[in-house]
């Protein structure tokens, strides 16, 4: 299956609750995001094996550890996914889902389909009863425009930076 989506026709699109079999689209389009935050900070901030996250996902997926919608164009083609998995804090009252990848291929932007997997990501936290959706933007200046789109979909800041150690 095409994996880069063409130039939108118009904006009919199906959002549909991955599976395995959508493991390969979805890794190709985690590798197209990370491949565009490091072009845009000038840092290889990111180890990344297309393989190895293929199986990830498909594990990850069959364990209903990590939650993924795909959405498929008129033709089948894949152009964006949302993921999301289940997290814990007592400041956030309980269980909450966090956002880790969003990507809608660059011919699909600022069309619905980035609303469209926010609103299936918001009825999967509402059916799951997590208080909260959180989402890390990457880098601001370079994705103001992911921010803004953050923003219009109901997302308010809420302070901090995202920081990582690598333990391995």
């Known amino acids: ?9 118009n904006e009919v699109v199906a959002i549909r609750t991955a599976t395995v079999a959508d493991a390969s689209d979805v890794a190709h389009m985690v590798a197209a995001l990370l491949e565009e935050i490091m072009a845009a900070i000038g840092n290889a901030a ?26 498929r164009d008129g033709e089948g083609t894949a152009c964006g996914f949302i ?3 289940e997290s814990h804090a007592l ?6 889902g966090t956002i880790p990848e969003l990507f809608v291929h660059p011919s699909w932007r600022s ?7 926010i609103a299936a990501a918001r009825q999967l936290a ?6 909260r959706l959180e989402v890390t933007t990457p880098p601001l200046p370079q994705f103001q425009r992911t921010l803004d789109f ?9 302070g901090g930076r995202k920081l990582k150690t690598d333990l391995a």
């Open 111 to 117: 069309t619905t389909v980035g609303s469209q997997l």
């Open 126 to 131: 509402i059916d799951k009863g997590w208080r």
């Open 91 to 96: 400041y956030a009252e309980g269980a909450f």
């Open 150 to 158: 953050y923003e219009r979909q109901g997302f308010s800041l809420s």
């Open 1 to 9: 299956m095409q994996t880069t989506a063409p130039m939108p026709p």
């Open 46 to 71: 990111f180890c990344f094996d297309l393989a190895e996250t293929e199986a990830r996902l498909s594990t990850y997926i069959e364990q209903a550890k990590y939650f993924v919608f795909v959405a």
């Open 83 to 85: 993921a999301l998995h």
